[in-house]
């Protein structure tokens, strides 16, 4: 391979040029990012750089020496002749291609000003110029990491926040149902106009949002709305390249786009079969699982599908909520049971585990890292026992 095109130039792109050319690749290597800034770090996005610190460093991103298309997003993946169209209509050759594409959030139908979503740093900063406009009453939509901590964020400012989610309480797939009450607990107890088990159907307001309008015909008035209803994997580039595509790049277990021995996926927008589970497909939305792919995705572009490794670590992730610290391994939301391991529930420090089959799958751990590390090591294992 003499030319590597990597498109995203985030997380899984910049883990991806690093590892190749730590693996010794001296051949033209091009990034191209939709966005205008250098690669920066999305995690601080709803938590320090809405209270006002600014350090959104990617650590390694500011050492790569590479050609940098900032600003352009890809357009058009033509497989064959190996051309990625960019939105100037230059084209770009690759031997070799990386999809780093991630994901957007998504929307409802229409947004009328004031109604915000949060997923790059400029959302953050508009985000945060709002917030300083004195108190709010905010309405955040959609109980999930990002809408959960921009509650937090937002509550520490001393804002008004009603949380409105669609579930019986919040984060209950990724948490199970003990974790996610107690969750919606610490919301309440923090102040959190909590509204489980409603879905949004619409905003009031033509020049500026004014409330938002529940399923069960309330209306919520609103100064200030945060939509963070999930996201979607950035493929609609793909339309058209014969790549498989379903709710993100399906790939193979060595995170090569299915089928395509000089394309691979990482990140965000990836979804490869898991070989801890059985070789379910799954795309994992956080950011270990980013930047390890990035890593493993370009050495495996670099090896060729036949020598090159699966991806199966155990995914990841971390939270905050109003000062808890809450951690996931694995999968919890594939288990049939789930049971308390350590802790207590009414301490505020526990952890569970989620079991299918009677092999561990998934842990969930609040204020407990030390045996969140225990417990990961156990999915990783598949162990038996807790
Ligand atoms: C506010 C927020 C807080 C988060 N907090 C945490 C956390 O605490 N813990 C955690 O584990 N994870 C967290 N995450 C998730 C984590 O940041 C993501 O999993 C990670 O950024 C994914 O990296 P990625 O490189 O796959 O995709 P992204 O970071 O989404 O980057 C994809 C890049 O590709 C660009 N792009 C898209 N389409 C094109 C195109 N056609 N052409 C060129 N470029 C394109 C995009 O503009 C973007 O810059 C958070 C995310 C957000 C938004």
New binding site residues.
């Given amino acids: 391979m003499e030319r590597i095109v990597v ?8 883990r991806a040029v690093q590892a190749l050319r730590t693996a010794g690749f001296t051949g033209e290597l091009t990034l ?4 205008r800034h250098s ?1 920066y ?3 601080p ?3 320090s750089v809405l209270r006002g610190d600014d350090d959104v460093t990617l650590p390694g991103a500011a050492e790569l020496d590479e050609k940098w298309l900032l600003g ?4 058009r993946l033509d497989t064959i002749a190996r051309v990625v169209t960019v939105d100037d209509g230059s084209e770009v050759r690759y031997d070799g291609l990386v999809i ?5 959030p998504r929307r409802l139908a229409d947004h009328p000003a004031g109604v915000h979503t ?3 740093l400029d959302d ?1 900063l508009a985000l945060r110029a709002a917030l300083s406009e004195g108190q709010r009453r905010i309405v955040v939509i959609g109980g999930g ?2 809408g959960g ?1 921009v509650t937090s964020t937002a509550r520490s400012l001393g804002h008004e926040v009603t949380l409105v989610d669609g579930a019986a309480h919040p984060m209950v797939t990724a948490l199970g149902t003990q974790t996610a009450q107690w969750l919606g607990d610490l919301h309440r107890h923090n102040g959190v106009n909590l509204i489980s088990g409603v879905r949004v159907t619409g905003f009031d307001g033509t020049a500026r949002v004014t409330g938002v309008r529940l399923g069960d015909g309330r209306v919520i008035p609103a100064d200030l709305v945060v939509a963070g209803m999930g996201v979607v994997p ?1 493929t ?2 793909l339309d058209g390249s014969g790549l498989t595509v379903a709710d993100g790049v399906v790939c193979e277990s060595t995170l090569h786009a299915r089928g395509a021995a000089d394309i691979v996926a ?4 990836a979804r490869w079969p898991h070989q801890l589970y059985g070789n379910t497909l799954v795309r ?7 930047n390890d792919q ?1 890593r493993v995705a370009a050495l495996n572009l670099l090896a060729g599908p036949d020598d090159a490794t699966p991806f199966a670590d155990v995914p990841s ?4 909520a109003h000062g808890a610290r809450i951690q996931i391994a694995g999968l919890p939301h594939l288990a049939e049971e789930s049971r308390l391991v350590t802790g207590a529930v009414e301490d505020h420090q526990f952890t569970v585990g989620f079991t299918r089959n009677g092999v561990l799958v998934g842990v969930v751990a609040v204020n407990s890292p030390r045996d969140f590390v225990r417990l990961k090591r156990g999915v990783a294992a598949r162990s038996a026992g807790l």
């Fill in positions: 498109v995203g130039a985030s997380l899984a792109g910049v191209i990012g939709a966005e690669p770090n999305r995690p996005l709803s938590k352009r997003a890809a357009m780093a594409t991630g994901a957007r949060l997923r790059t953050a990491f990002v901590e950035n609609d580039w990482a990140g965000d927008v994992v939305e956080h950011w270990a699982n980013a990035g992730f971390a939270t905050n």
